[in-house]
C-alpha cells in the first residue's frame, strides 16, 4: 500500500526531468539553470551568515524505483546533512510496510511536514557528481550563501552519492534499534553458524533475456558463490551446526551446484523483507552485485564477503572482505575477521 500519493504522471514527470538534467549535465546550464546558483552569486561576496538554526537537507526517493535504489536517495541526503553541516529531513518510503520495516524515520524530522510549513523556504540544489569536489564545494557555497532562518534544501532528484558506506554505523544502529526489530521472526537457530547467500537473478535475467548489455557487470555465476562457499567452509572446520541459506529467485532446478551441500535451504519464495532482514541478521553474508544485498550488507553486525568489484564503496573494516571476480579473496583477512569476531577457524599465517 502506498505512503504517499504516486500519481500516475508522477513517473512520466520523473522520467522527462531525467532527461533534462542528463541533457545539462556538464554544460554551464547543469548549475546556472538554478536560482539556488544565482542566489549564490549574488551574495557571494557576503561574508557575514546567520546561523543555520533550521536549515535542513532531504531527498525525495524513487518512488517507481526498488528498496535498493529508494536507500540509496535517502542515505544521500543523510550523508550530505553531514558534510554540510545541516539538519537531515526524512522523506518516507514508497509504502507503509518499509518504513516501518526500515525505521529510519523515527526520530527524525519530516520533510513532508516542512513541505507543507508555509515558514519554511524550500530551496532545489543542482544536481552534482559527488566524486567531483569542485562541484561538491560549490553546493557548499550555495548552501551557505542563503540567510534565511528556515529553509528546506532539497537535493535534485537521484542525486547520487557513490561511496554510500560513509553511513554505515549510523544506518546499523537505525535498523536494529526500530521498532520494527521487536516483531522479527527469524527462521535461523540462534544456536546455529547461519550464512546466507544472495544471488541476483529476477531482473538481469530479463536484460539478458532481452539483450540489455548492462546485464553482465551485475551477473556473477552459480559456480562463484559455489567457490567463495567452499572456501569459507575449510576455514569453519571446527565450527557446528552451520547451515546455509540461499536466497534468490527461480526455482531450486536453477542452482544444480548446490545440491553438494547437505546444508543448504533454498529461500527463493521468500518474501523481500525477509530476506532482506535474514540477509541483514546473517552470521556470515555473501552478497551479490545487488544494493538489495549490499544495503542489508552495510547494516550486517556479521562478516560479509562482497564483490570487489561493484559500483558503491565498503567500509574500511575488518569484518568486510572483498571478493574478486573469480571467486577470489585474502583467506588470511577472512581468518582475521573470524577472530575479530570471536569465532574459531582455521588458523591462516602469513
Not at 65 to 76: K, V, Y
Request: glycine share 4%; aromatic share 14%; charged share 25%.
Amino acid at each position: 500500500m502506498p505512503l504517499l500519493p504516486f500519481p500516475k504522471y508522477e513517473k512520466l514527470a520523473r522520467r522527462l526531468r531525467g532527461l533534462f538534467l542528463d541533457k545539462i549535465h556538464n554544460t554551464p546550464l547543469q548549475f546556472r539553470s538554478y536560482i539556488a546558483y544565482w542566489n549564490y552569486q549574488l551574495n557571494k561576496k557576503n561574508k557575514s551568515a546567520l546561523a543555520a538554526k533550521e536549515h535542513y537537507i532531504a531527498e525525495k526517493p524513487n518512488y517507481g524505483a526498488g528498496i535498493g535504489h529508494q536507500l540509496a536517495n535517502w542515505n544521500t541526503s543523510y550523508y550530505y546533512a553531514g558534510v554540510y553541516n545541516l539538519l537531515f529531513a526524512h522523506f518516507p518510503f514508497s509504502n507503509k510496510k518499509w518504513e516501518h520495516f526500515l525505521g529510519f524515520g523515527e526520530n527524525e524530522t519530516s520533510a513532508l511536514a516542512l513541505l507543507k510549513n508555509p515558514g519554511f523556504k524550500k530551496v532545489r540544489l543542482p544536481r552534482f557528481n559527488s566524486e567531483n569536489q569542485e562541484e561538491v564545494a560549490l553546493v557548499g557555497k550555495i548552501i551557505q550563501s542563503y540567510r534565511d532562518d528556515k529553509i528546506l534544501f532539497l537535493l535534485e532528484q537521484d542525486q547520487g552519492y557513490m561511496r554510500q558506506c560513509d553511513t554505515t554505523a549510523d544506518l546499523s544502529r537505525k535498523f536494529f534499534a526500530a521498532g520494527a526489530r521487536k516483531e522479527n521472526k527469524l527462521f535461523y537457530d540462534a544456536g546455529n553458524f547461519n550464512i546466507a547467500i544472495h544471488i541476483r537473478r529476477g531482473d538481469i535475467v530479463a536484460m539478458k533475456q532481452t539483450g540489455d548489455a548492462n546485464w553482465q557487470e551485475r551477473w556473477l555465476n552459480n559456480d562463484y558463490y559455489v567457490s567463495v562457499l567452499k572456501q569459507v567452509l575449510l576455514l569453519l572446520t571446527t565450527v557446528r551446526n552451520i547451515q546455509v541459506y540461499l536466497f534468490s529467485q527461480g526455482n531450486k532446478e536453477d542452482f544444480p551446484e548446490f545440491e553438494q551441500f547437505s546444508n543448504i535451504h533454498y529461500c527463493l519464495d521468500t518474501n523481500a523483507y525477509d530476506s532482506f532482514l535474514h540477509l541483514a541478521c546473517a552470521d556470515l553474508l555473501i552478497s551479490s552485485k545487488s544494493s538489495f544485498s549490499y544495503k542489508p550488507a552495510l547494516l550486517s553486525k556479521g562478516i560479509k564477503l562482497c564483490p570487489a568489484n561493484f559500483w558503491h564503496a565498503y567500509p574500511a573494516s575488518p569484518d568486510f572482505v572483498l571478493v574478486d571476480d573469480n571467486a577470489d579473496f585474502d583467506k588470511k583477512k577472512l581468518a582475521d575477521a573470524f577472530e575479530y569476531k570471536n569465532i574459531k577457524s582455521t588458523k591462516i599465517t602469513g
